[in-house]
């Protein structure tokens, strides 16, 4: 099966700049995370959505991150304006379905984020 | 709230030498627990996991014991190759699927 697809693999922007991320999700897997990676640090949760719909974005900063998962397949996520300390991986994954103990995530291979 | 601390990196080990990474966690309930695993600019992976008490995951030679009564889940190898160079990521996983992870541990290992 086709892993979780994630673009651009790479984006170099100045502060105070809008990016925005696309994500795919395996085929079928309605649950989708967005995590946040900074160097040298585990991965954050920012966003997760069951199908369309958002079940935990306590940890999104909502003053200047977006994230939406219209018809709850593919998804984007948004910066605006961006700040010094967003520089970082985002990574997309997805699992089967929410509530299923031990599933477990298939990640995409993240898109690395610079700001300048 | 739900927490995961692992050793910090990085560790350095010869070509076959035995391979110990710790990691502990903190949850309310049963968490499941997983080992990922990050090969420089690639995404992660999930290497094992463990779903309940005195499981064992295990998965290309490695493996990791869900042990309760000390909240631990380490992980370890007995051979390693230079080819397990990578981050190894110990994380939990509990209500609604939201998967905590530790701050990972780098492993180099030389020829």
Redesign the interface.
């Known amino acids: 099966e086709a892993g979780v697809a994630q673009s651009p693999r790479y984006k170099i922007i100045e502060k105070r700049q809008s990016v925005a991320f696309w994500c795919n999700p395996i085929s079928g897997h309605a649950t989708l995370y967005w995590y946040q990676q900074i160097l040298g640090q585990g991965p954050k949760l920012l966003i997760q959505f069951q199908n369309n719909g958002v079940v935990d974005d306590s940890q999104l900063p909502k003053d200047r991150f977006s994230a939406e998962r219209l018809k709850g397949v593919d998804s984007t996520l948004k910066i605006q304006p961006a700040k010094l300390e967003d520089s970082a991986v985002y990574l997309c994954a997805s699992s089967p379905r929410q509530g299923r103990k031990g599933t477990g995530y298939t990640f995409g291979s993240g898109t690395r984020l610079t700001v300048v | 709230g739900d927490s995961?601390t692992q050793m910090e990196g990085p560790v350095t080990l010869s070509e076959e030498a035995f391979l110990t990474i710790n990691c502990t966690y903190t949850a309310t309930g049963y968490p499941?627990l997983?080992w990922?695993v990050q090969y420089p600019g690639?995404?992660?992976?999930?290497l094992l996991?463990?779903?309940k008490a005195d499981d064992k995951g295990s998965n290309k030679g490695f493996e990791a014991t869900y042990r309760k009564e000390t909240t631990s889940f380490h992980l370890e190898k007995g051979s390693v190759q230079v080819s397990d160079s990578a981050v190894y990521?110990c994380?939990l996983?509990g209500g609604?699927?939201?998967?905590?992870?530790?701050?990972?541990t780098k492993l180099q290992v030389i020829p």
């Open positions: 995961v499941s997983f990922y690639e995404g992660l992976q999930l996991k463990a779903t990521f994380a996983s609604y699927q939201k998967v905590t992870f530790g701050i990972g």
